[in-house]
C-alpha cells in the first residue's frame, strides 16, 4: 500500500515537471508586461503583434514549405529503404540509414556545412530541406520497416498464387497496407523538420529562417512575451496535429 | 490517407508560389540588432515601395562567418572598418556606382577616405560607437564603485561586490580590446605576451561574470538582471531609454572608462553576390540624407559621421560625450585594425581557451 | 521473387542519397581535419601546384591541438559528466512514470502516454525558453528559493546561468526519451511471474528487484543511450541558460564553425565526437542483448 502510494506520488510529481514549464509560457503570453516575471493583467496584444511581425510569419511560411518538401522527399526514400531494410536485412544500408538518426544533431549540421561550402553550394531554403532529408529518412524507414515486420505474408503469397507479378503484388497489396506506416513516417519528418533547430542552425542562408531559427533570434534578443504567443500558437498546432494523428491511427503513435 | 497525401502536395505546391511573388522588390539588409529605427524602415520601405528584410548579428565575427559561409547574398551590409579591409582584401564587395550616391556630400571630411578603404570605393560611412560600460546607476552608487574604470569588469576585488551581476562581450575583439587597455597596452598591440597577459586577466575576472552575452545585455540592464553590461554606446542608450520608459525603480547610465576604449565606424557595403544592388545604392542614398542619418543619433543613440545630420540631431543627445566624444575622450579612443591572419588566429586561439576553462 | 533489379531499385535510391548528404560529409570533415584554417576561416587550399611541382600543405597540428593542453580533453570529460548525470536523473524521474503506466489499466495507457509525449512535440526552443523564464532572477522561483536560504542565513543564488540550469533544462528536454523505451520493454513482462512470486511469499520489494529490475534493463539501456547521445552533443541549452561557466563540448564546436571560423579544429573537435557516440552506440547494442532479458 505503502510503495503504491510512493509510486503515484512520484508519477504525479514527474507529470508536473513535464508540463508546469509550458503552462508558465502559455500564461505569460497574455501577461500584460515586457517582463515574465509577474503577472499584471490579461491581454491579447502579444498575439496581435506577432500577427503583425512580417519576419515571423515569414519565417512561419519557411518552415511548412521546408518541412513539406521535406516530408515528401523523405517519405520516398524513407519507403524505400524501409522495404528494402525489412526484405533484404542489409546491413550497410541500416548503418547508412540510421547514423543520421543516432547521430548527435550538431554532427550533421556541421559535416553538411562544411561539404556545401567546399561544393560552393549557397545556403539557402534548397540546403535545409537536403540536410533534413538526410535525418529524416531513417525515422520513415523505421515507421515501414515496424509497420512490415507486423504485417501479414500470406496476403503477399496468395497474391503471388493468384498470378500477380512482383510489381503488381508491391503496388496492389503492400504498398496500400504500408500506407499508415508511411503516413505516420512523413508526419514524423514534417514535424522533426518543422521543430529542427541545430541542424538547420548551420545549413540556412539568407532570408530562409525558419520559424525555430526565429525563435532562437528573439530569446537571444528581444525577449518580448511574443516569443510567448508564438510558443503557445505551436504548441496548440502540435496537440491539433497529434489528435488527427491518433483518431487517424491510433498505432502508428506506438511506433 | 491518398487525400492526405494530396493535401500535402497542394500545400506545398501553392505556399511555394507565394514567395516567388514577393521576390520582387526585396532588399536584404544584414546589420547590427538594434541599429536602425524602425520608423526609418517604413520610410524606406515606403519610397521605394519594396520590403526590407532584416538579418542581424552581433557581433563582426559572426557576421563574418555568415557572409563567408555561403551567405553572401545580402543587398547591404553594416560592417565595422576592420572588416571592411578584411572583406574588400576578399574581392568580396561590390564597387560602389557613385553616380547613384549624391548625398555623398553630406557626409563629414574626417570620417571618409580612410585608410581601410581609400576613395571610398567599397563602403561608406554609416554611424559610429563606442564600447563601454553600462551600468545600474542605484546599485552602482550605492556600493560605491567607480564605473568608468575597466576595473569594474576585471578587478576582481571590485568584482567580488557584483559577482554573479556582470556580463561582458561574446567577442574577442572587443572583450581583448578592452583588456589590453585595462592593462595600459594598445587594442591593436599584437605582442604575444601582452596578448597572453589581458587572457590572463579575463580568466582571472571570468567566475565572478554571469554570461557573454552580446545581444539581449539590453534587456538585462533594464530589467535589473544585471547592474554592469560591457557593450555600445547606442545599446546602452536604448537600456536607459527603456528603463526610464518602464519606470524602474533605478536608472541606466553609461560612461566611458578613463584607460580609453574601442570606437567603431560602421559603414554600408553592398556584397559582389547582392540580389538588387541598385535598391543596395538607392538604400545606401537614403541612408546619407540628414533626416534619416539623424534618426540613427536621436533614435538608436549612435554617433553620426554625417555633418549635416547634426542639424536634425536633438542638443541633449550631441552632449553626451559617450556618444559624441569630446577631443580630449577621442584621444583615448582606437579603432580596431584589421588582424593578418596569423594574429586572428592567435587571439582566436585565446579566446577559444577562455570559453573552455 | 527478389530480384536483383527489385533490391537495387528500392536500396539505391536511399543509399545514393545518404552517401552523398551523410557519408560524404562525414568523410571530408575527416580529411579538413588535416588542413590548415583558411585565412579568413574556412579551410585553406590543400595543395599548391607551382611550376608542375605539387606541394600538399597538411599537418596534424590540428590533431596536436587537441592534446596540447588538458583543457579540450577535460571539457569532453565534463560534457560526458553532464551527459551522465543527465541520463541518471531522467532514469530516475522516468522509472516510477513508466511503471505506473504499464502497470495501469489498458485503457488509460495510450492517454498517459500521450500525456508523455505532447509536451516533447513543443519546439525544442520553447522548452527551453520556459526554463529561461522560471530560473529568471526576477523570478518567483529564485525569490523564493532565496527567501528562505535567508532564513538559514545564506548567500542568496542565481539560479540562472549555472551548471544547475544547464541540467535541468537537459533532463527535461531528453525525459520522454528515458520514459517510451522503458514503458515499451515493461509492458511486455509477464504478470504471471509476478503472480508466482507472490504466491512464493516474496514481498514487494523483493518482487520489484528480482523479477521486474532485471527484465527491464535493457529498456533501461536503450533509454540511456536516446538520452545521452543527443545530450553529449548539444549547444543551445549552454548557450541560453549556462552562463560563463556551463558550457559543453558541443558549444566549442559550433564557436569553432562560427565564430572562430577554425574549421580544421571544428572538425577535430567533431570527430572525436562522433568517435565517442559510435563506441557507446556499439557498446548500448551489446549490453542491449543481456543474457535473461526479456522477450
Known amino acids: 500500500m505503502k510503495n503504491n502510494k510512493l509510486l503515484l506520488t512520484a508519477t504525479v510529481l514527474v507529470y508536473l515537471f513535464l508540463y508546469i514549464p509550458l503552462l508558465v509560457v502559455m500564461l505569460f503570453s497574455f501577461n500584460d508586461s515586457r517582463l515574465n516575471a509577474e503577472w499584471v493583467g490579461f491581454t491579447f496584444k502579444w498575439y496581435g503583434q506577432l500577427f503583425g511581425n512580417a519576419e515571423m510569419l515569414r519565417a512561419a511560411l519557411n518552415s511548412l514549405i521546408i518541412a513539406s518538401v521535406s516530408a515528401l522527399l523523405s517519405g520516398t526514400l524513407g519507403t524505400l529503404a524501409g522495404v528494402a531494410m525489412h526484405r533484404f536485412r542489409q546491413k550497410w544500408l541500416s548503418a547508412l540509414v540510421l547514423g543520421p538518426v543516432a547521430m548527435p544533431d550538431i554532427l550533421i549540421g556541421v559535416s553538411l556545412l562544411l561539404m556545401f561550402m567546399l561544393f560552393n553550394v549557397t ?12 535525418f529524416s529518412i531513417g525515422f520513415v524507414a523505421l515507421a515501414v520497416q515496424s509497420r512490415m515486420a507486423g504485417m501479414d505474408d500470406s496476403l503477399l503469397e496468395a497474391a503471388r498464387d493468384l498470378g500477380a507479378t512482383p510489381w503488381q503484388s508491391f503496388r496492389l497489396v503492400t504498398l496500400p497496407l504500408l500506407l499508415p506506416g508511411i503516413v505516420a513516417g512523413m508526419m514524423m519528418a514534417f514535424t522533426l523538420s518543422i521543430d529542427d533547430f541545430v541542424v538547420t542552425f548551420f545549413t540556412a542562408g539568407v532570408g530562409s529562417t525558419t520559424l525555430p531559427l526565429e525563435i532562437y533570434s528573439m530569446v537571444k534578443i528581444a525577449v518580448t512575451p511574443e516569443v510567448n504567443a508564438v510558443s503557445t500558437l505551436l504548441m496548440l498546432l502540435t496537440l491539433v496535429l497529434i489528435t488527427a494523428l491518433s483518431r487517424f491511427s491510433p498505432q502508428t503513435l506506438r511506433s | 490517407m491518398k487525400k492526405l497525401l494530396g493535401c500535402l502536395l497542394v500545400i506545398a505546391g501553392t505556399t511555394g508560389l507565394a514567395p516567388l511573388a514577393a521576390a520582387d522588390k526585396v532588399l536584404h539588409l544584414f546589420n547590427w540588432n538594434d541599429y536602425i529605427a524602425d520608423e526609418t524602415v517604413t520610410r524606406f520601405q515606403k519610397q521605394c515601395n519594396c520590403k526590407v528584410v532584416q538579418d542581424y548579428f552581433s557581433s563582426t565575427e559572426e557576421m563574418m562567418a555568415k557572409l563567408l559561409a555561403g551567405g553572401g547574398d545580402y543587398d547591404v551590409v553594416i560592417p565595422t572598418q576592420n572588416a571592411v579591409e578584411a572583406l574588400v582584401k576578399q574581392n568580396f564587395l561590390m564597387a560602389l556606382d557613385k553616380s547613384k550616391l549624391g548625398n555623398m556630400t553630406n557626409m563629414a571630411a574626417g570620417f571618409m577616405n580612410k585608410a581601410y578603404d581609400p576613395g571610398n570605393a567599397y563602403s561608406l560611412p554609416y554611424a559610429f560607437t563606442t564600447t563601454l560600460i553600462g551600468y545600474n546607476e542605484s546599485r552602482i552608487t550605492e556600493l560605491g564603485i567607480d564605473p568608468a574604470d575597466w576595473s569594474i569588469i576585471f578587478d576582481p576585488a571590485v568584482l567580488e561586490k557584483i559577482k554573479g551581476k556582470v556580463t561582458v562581450m561574446d567577442d574577442s575583439e572587443e572583450l581583448f580590446a578592452a583588456a589590453m587597455k585595462y592593462l595600459g597596452y594598445s587594442a591593436n598591440d599584437t605582442n604575444e605576451q601582452h596578448l597572453k597577459d589581458a587572457q590572463a586577466v579575463i580568466l582571472k575576472a571570468k567566475p565572478y561574470w554571469a554570461a557573454f552575452n552580446s545581444s539581449s545585455y539590453i534587456k538585462e540592464l533594464t530589467v535589473g538582471n544585471v547592474w554592469v553590461a560591457h557593450g555600445y554606446s547606442s545599446d546602452m542608450f536604448q537600456a536607459r531609454a527603456d528603463a526610464k520608459e518602464a519606470n524602474r525603480d533605478f536608472s541606466v547610465n553609461f560612461v566611458l572608462p578613463a584607460q580609453g576604449a574601442v570606437l567603431a565606424l560602421d559603414n554600408m557595403v553592398v556584397p559582389n553576390k547582392a540580389r538588387n544592388p541598385i535598391l543596395a545604392h538607392e538604400f545606401i542614398n537614403f541612408m546619407m540624407a540628414p533626416e534619416n542619418a539623424a534618426e540613427l ?61 | 521473387m527478389h530480384s536483383r533489379w527489385a533490391k537495387t531499385l528500392l536500396s539505391l535510391p536511399p543509399a545514393v542519397y545518404l552517401l552523398l548528404f551523410f557519408a560524404l560529409p562525414s568523410l571530408m570533415m575527416l580529411f579538413a581535419s588535416f588542413r590548415y584554417p583558411g585565412d579568413y576561416g574556412g579551410l585553406a587550399p590543400w595543395y599548391f601546384l607551382e611550376d608542375g611541382e605539387l606541394t600538399l600543405e597538411l599537418t596534424l597540428e590540428n590533431w596536436q591541438r587537441l592534446f596540447e593542453s588538458t583543457i579540450y580533453l577535460g571539457l569532453l570529460l565534463k560534457s560526458v559528466g553532464f551527459a551522465l548525470l543527465t541520463t541518471a536523473i531522467c532514469a530516475l524521474m522516468a522509472y516510477p512514470l513508466a511503471l505506473t503506466i504499464a502497470r495501469s489499466p489498458k485503457k488509460n495507457r495510450d492517454l498517459l502516454l500521450l500525456l508523455v509525449i505532447l509536451p516533447f512535440w513543443s519546439n525544442f526552443l520553447v522548452r527551453i525558453y520556459a526554463w529561461m523564464i522560471i530560473f529568471s532572477p526576477q523570478g518567483a522561483l529564485t525569490a523564493g528559493i532565496n527567501q528562505l536560504s535567508a532564513l538559514f542565513g545564506l548567500e542568496p543564488i542565481n539560479l540562472m546561468f549555472s551548471s544547475t540550469a544547464v541540467i535541468t533544462c537537459l533532463v527535461y528536454v531528453h525525459l520522454p526519451f528515458m520514459v517510451l523505451p522503458l514503458y515499451a520493454n515493461l509492458e511486455k513482462h509477464d504478470k504471471a511471474l509476478l503472480d508466482a512470486a507472490q504466491d512464493l511469499g516474496a514481498s514487494r520489494a523483493r518482487r520489484f528487484w528480482l523479477i521486474t529490475w532485471p527484465l527491464s534493463l535493457p529498456g533501461l539501456y536503450a533509454g540511456a543511450v536516446l538520452v545521452f547521445i543527443p545530450s553529449l552533443g548539444i549547444f543551445a541549452i549552454p548557450d541560453l541558460l549556462g552562463g560563463t561557466n556551463g558550457i559543453m563540448i558541443g558549444n566549442v564546436i559550433k564557436q569553432q564553425f562560427v565564430e572562430a571560423r577554425d574549421w580544421p579544429f571544428g572538425s577535430v573537435l567533431s570527430l572525436v565526437l562522433t568517435a565517442i557516440t559510435l563506441i557507446l552506440v556499439i557498446l548500448a547494442g551489446r549490453l542491449g542483448r543481456t543474457p535473461g532479458a526479456a522477450k
Open chain 1, 123 to 134: 545556403l539557402g531554403a534548397t540546403s535545409i530541406i537536403l540536410a533534413h532529408v538526410s
Open chain 2, 297 to 357: 543619433s536621436n533614435i538608436v543613440g549612435t554617433g553620426n559621421p554625417n555633418a549635416s545630420a547634426k542639424a536634425y540631431i536633438d542638443d541633449e543627445i550631441l552632449a553626451i560625450s559617450a556618444i559624441f566624444p569630446s577631443q580630449e575622450q577621442l584621444a583615448t579612443l582606437e579603432t580596431i585594425s584589421a588582424r593578418k591572419s596569423k594574429e586572428r588566429r592567435f587571439i582566436s586561439r585565446l579566446w577559444t581557451e577562455v570559453k573552455v576553462r
